[in-house]
Nanobody
Framework: VQLVESGGGLVQAGESARLSCKASGFTFDDYAIGWFRQAPGKEREGVSCIAISDGYTYYADSVKGRFTISSDNAKNTVYLQMNSLTPEDTAVYYC?????????????????WGKGTLVTVSS
């Protein structure tokens, strides 16, 4: 299983960014894929998760209405569109996957992890 994140960087508050997670090494349609983040000095947080098979999505309260998770099954890629970014969104964002689609409902404790991509939002 390999998960490769891209799309991080420095953005201004109020702007948007899109993260991509390219997956390989497993049957994409059978998995749950999630985006997690960890800010300095804080615990890792489940931001958004999706069950690829039925499209079920989960969002943390902190990002509801601002972030959108989606998948392109033909490309084995999951995206996280992030709008109206604030400095509080600054973190390393990780893509993760789990063979149990039900995990998407809780959006935590997935089996496989990418290396992460840093998103910095300046005020």
């Amino acid at each position: 299983v390999q998960l490769v994140e891209s799309g991080g960087g420095l953005v201004q508050a109020g702007e948007s960014a899109r993260l991509s997670c390219k997956a390989s090494g497993f049957t994409f349609d059978d998995y749950a894929i999630g985006w997690f983040r960890q800010a300095p000095g804080k615990e890792r947080e489940g931001v958004s998760c999706i069950a690829i098979s039925d499209g079920y999505t989960y969002y943390a309260d902190s990002v509801k209405g601002r972030f959108t998770i989606s998948s392109d099954n033909a490309k084995n890629t999951v995206y996280l569109q992030m709008n109206s970014l604030t400095p509080e969104d600054t973190a390393v964002y990780y893509c993760a996957a789990d063979s149990d689609p039900f995990v998407a409902t809780m959006c935590r404790n997935m089996d496989y992890w990418g290396k992460g991509t840093l998103v910095t939002v300046s005020s």
